[in-house]
């Protein structure tokens, strides 16, 4: 990924602040289910990674989730693209509905769980 100037680093990091102060149903939902460790190991929410805002990432393992909402489905080529530029980076992106969250967040979370226990690339 290519690297961000100082100015958009800082752009950047406001606007995660920014996020993380108003999260999403699907997002907070989730986030008490993967806060402290939970499945083993930690995740942020709303980080920036390379020029990306993500939802949430576990560093330690290189996996971001992805919580996908209305707003997605508009915009399923960019989303691709940008997926291929964090994969180029070392990560992997699991996209989860945030219908799903709001409707089984068991499920979501065990599909978070089998990501974890995934052998990266």
């Known amino acids: 990924m290519a690297p961000v100037t100082p100015h958009t680093a800082q752009i ?4 995660a602040s920014q996020m993380r102060a108003v999260a999403t149903r699907s997002e907070a939902l ?3 289910r993967l806060r402290a460790k939970q499945l083993g190991v930690a995740f942020q929410r709303q980080i920036v990674v390379g020029r990306y805002i ?3 990432v576990a560093p330690s393992v290189r ?3 992805e919580v996908d909402g209305a707003y997605h489905a508009r915009r399923s080529r960019a989303d691709a693209r940008r997926d291929r530029k964090l994969c180029r980076a070392g ?3 699991l996209r989860i509905a945030a219908g799903l969250v709001e409707r089984d ?5 065990q599909l978070i769980g089998a990501a974890l226990r995934e052998k990266p690339p």
């Open 12 to 15: 950047l990091a406001e606007r």
């Open 105 to 109: 967040i068991e499920h979501a979370v």
């Open 63 to 65: 996996l971001i989730v």
């Open 54 to 56: 993500v939802d949430f």
């Open 30 to 32: 989730l986030w008490v």
């Open 91 to 93: 990560y992997r992106v």
